[in-house]
């Protein structure tokens, strides 16, 4: 299950290259950003690699063991899934999406700070995808389907 973190630009509008310095900037050593794949439309898709395997933080002081609870509407609980762990950092027009694909707490965290320090930096807005509506920055693509 992928978590979106949208970020739309409300007054300026960062330039490919700025979001990119930004990102290397945030994981500082912590995550390997790469140019992994580019979408059809050309915008930039990067894969910001993270060290370490997912785990559970609450795992070893509770003896918690492979039959960890799965997501459900009752509990946000669940065993990470993979041996990698990544974030997703998707550039459109008028937002950037930073995603993760059932990840660990670790990854999350992260995730959630990088969209949180993109919204202070160009004083955007965290919405979500059922909010969209196309900007001066001629975005017309909604990021949860057509428009």
């Known amino acids: 299950m992928a978590l979106d973190r949208f970020v739309y630009w409300k007054d300026e509008r960062p330039t490919d290259e700025q979001l990119k310095m930004i990102v290397e900037d945030f994981f500082g050593g912590a995550g390997t950003l790469g140019d992994n794949y580019m979408k059809a439309d050309g915008r930039p898709w990067w894969i910001v690699s ?68 993109l919204c202070k930096a160009f004083k955007g807005e965290r919405r979500e995808p059922d909010d969209f509506e196309p900007t001066e920055f001629g975005d017309t693509e909604d990021p949860a389907g057509p428009v």
């Open 50 to 117: 993270l060290p370490g395997a997912p785990s559970h933080p609450l795992r070893r002081a509770f003896g918690l063991g492979k039959d960890m609870p799965t997501v459900t509407e009752e509990n946000d609980e669940r065993d990470p899934v993979g041996k990698e762990r990544w974030i997703e950092v998707y550039v459109a027009a008028n937002y950037i999406d930073v995603m993760t694909r059932q990840m660990d707490h670790y990854t999350h965290c992260l995730a959630e700070g990088l969209a949180n320090i």
